[in-house]
């Protein structure tokens, strides 16, 4: 087909003929010529290529460069740095021709969330019949809302490695707290979250780590006891909820309360467990609301140009918050005179995917078939909270989402492969796997989840739209020694591989938004994510 001119195919009765544009007006993707409508073809492999060149290395890291800036102070959630980097991802979708998909015409949805504290005057842990108080001798972890009753019951205390095949060691936890003898280090203690959540699945009260954190860290871990909890409003359990509590005490304390040698608990090897005679644990932790806030999430819509299909949806999302600085409560350390985490890679890397993704798909002509969605969301390193409250109050029908294509941190790592988690629970893994293999151009091999063990499917914001059973996938390079450090830096963000990533996405999310059916769940995996969890 020559530049300038088009061709349609008209009913067999009549022929074929090529249409000038000097004699055709288009509206939406249909084309009326000599008063009769002829509705477009796919896009032509022009204009395909020219929306594809509009992503390069260049600006994907010019515009990770905007909002990683130490002046974002590692865009916390919720922070008047995270509302720049709002504004800014919004102006772009205006620029770019999108749709208001959020609240009220707008481009935003917000959620509400709530700060508060330990009150410290309502608050006791007693242990064997002596009075602890939070934040002076003892340490509450606030990894979820603080349960809204007391919680009592007998101590099971676990010894030695733990063993992955046999987690309780035989004992009956439930209705029991369960205690751990936990090792400090440099950076603290890694505590096996994964060993707690299987024991409150068997019944566990909650639990309580012994550790052997030498002063100054201990001190140091006592004073952010009274740091604000910032959690996602409505998430407060209600008096009847079974919600767990955390705690930490040291060595000395488990001597002098439980008669527990924590030293000679750590030489043990073999993983076993005891019920200690006689020992019964209250929790009562009372919080004081001290701060009502919000945070946005970012929509914009790209209407299909089919009109049928474009009452359909295709998502991308990535998540434009990171973990702030020290004072965020989220996780930031300083080291050495940088105190700001700027998530380069974690994520403005996926967040700018979504945006540059936005404004490729914006220059094709026509418009994909079935809608597209750009959502960047807040709210992900506490806890999914932006996506959470998408897919609890989702702007357009979840029913009529048909995938959700995930980035977050693709901007690192290996050249030439990116991990694609979910390949296997739907039948997008095989779109995939036929797009990669159709742009040989784009040197870049999806491959499956490498690290199976950390449960990455969980972890981000996609899962909330899997869960309410939308077939998705994740690209995803893996983490890396910056990962939630200060130096996760621009400087260090691969954009000549970012791109091909994005380029990738591109071609999957076009095949995929006019194609004629709709992405498939592998059935039992649908049973095993969907249908399992009561979404």
């Not at 998530?343 to 995917?353: F, H, L, Q, Y």
């Not at 969605?373 to 989402?401: C, I, K, Q």
């Not at 950390?454 to 981000?460: I, T």
């Amino acid at each position: 087909m020559r530049p300038g001119a088009l061709v349609s195919r008209f009913p067999p009765s009549q022929s074929p003929i090529l249409v000038e544009e000097r004699i055709v007006f288009k509206l939406a993707s249909v084309l009326v010529v000599a008063g009769v409508p002829v509705v477009l073809a796919a896009q032509s492999p022009a204009t395909v290529q020219r929306a594809v060149n509009s992503i390069t290395p260049q600006d994907v890291v010019r515009r990770i460069a905007i909002i990683a800036d130490d002046s974002m102070l590692g865009r916390a959630t919720p922070s008047p740095q995270l509302e720049q980097v709002a504004r800014y991802i919004a102006g772009e979708f205006r620029r770019f021709g999108l749709k208001p998909g959020g609240d009220n015409s707008t481009y935003f949805q917000r959620y509400g969330i709530t700060q508060s504290n330990i009150d410290t005057a309502r608050s006791r842990i007693t242990i064997a019949g002596h009075a602890l108080a939070p934040g002076a001798d003892v340490y509450v972890l606030r990894l979820a809302p603080l349960p809204r009753k007391t919680l009592s019951g007998p101590l099971v205390l676990f010894t030695g490695t733990p063993d992955s095949t046999n987690p309780l060691a035989g004992a009956d936890v439930k209705g029991a707290w369960v205690a751990q003898v936990v090792t400090a280090g440099p950076q603290g203690v890694d505590l096996n979250i994964g060993w707690v959540q299987q024991t409150l699945r068997a019944g566990a009260l909650g639990a309580m780590f012994i550790s052997n954190r030498p002063d100054a860290q201990w001190q140091n871990r006592l004073g952010r006891a009274f740091n604000l909890s910032t959690v996602l409003a409505g998430s407060e359990a209600p008096d009847t909820a079974t919600i767990p509590g955390l705690f930490e005490i040291r060595d000395a304390q488990a001597a002098a309360l439980l008669g527990v040698d924590a030293a000679a608990a750590r030489a043990q090897t073999q993983w076993s467990a005891r019920r200690l005679d006689g020992v019964t644990v209250n929790y009562n932790v009372q919080q004081r609301v001290v701060n009502q806030a919000s945070a946005p999430n970012v929509i914009g819509i790209l209407e299909g140009s089919d009109p049928a299909l474009k009452s359909e949806y295709l998502f991308f999302t990535g998540h434009m918050d990171h973990v702030g600085t020290p004072g965020s409560g989220e996780g930031c350390t300083a080291r050495g005179g940088d105190s700001i985490c700027n998530g380069a890679d974690d994520d403005a890397s996926g967040t700018i995917a979504v945006v540059k993704l936005a404004e490729a798909y914006s220059q094709l002509t026509p418009r994909p078939k079935r809608s597209l969605v750009f959502m960047t969301v807040s709210g992900e390193e506490r806890g999914l909270w932006g996506s959470e409250y998408f897919s609890d109050h989702p702007t357009v029908p979840l029913a009529n989402v048909v995938a959700d294509l995930n980035t977050d941190m693709v901007g690192r790592n290996w050249k030439d492969t990116i991990a694609v988690i979910g390949k296997e629970h739907s039948d997008l893994g095989a779109t995939l796997n036929r797009v990669a293999a159709a742009h040989p151009e784009l040197h870049m091999t999806p491959i499956d989840d490498k690290w199976p063990e950390e449960n990455f499917y969980f972890r981000s914001d996609h899962y909330n739209f899997a869960r309410k059973g939308v077939p998705i996938l994740f690209f995803f390079n893996g983490v890396h020694d910056d990962y939630h450090q200060v130096s996760d830096e621009v400087a260090k963000i691969d954009g000549e591989k970012e791109s091909r990533i994005i380029k990738l996405d591109f071609y999957l999310g076009l095949d995929i938004a006019n194609r004629a059916e709709r992405p498939k769940w592998n059935p039992e995996s649908y049973r095993r994510i969907v249908q399992r969890t009561g979404n």
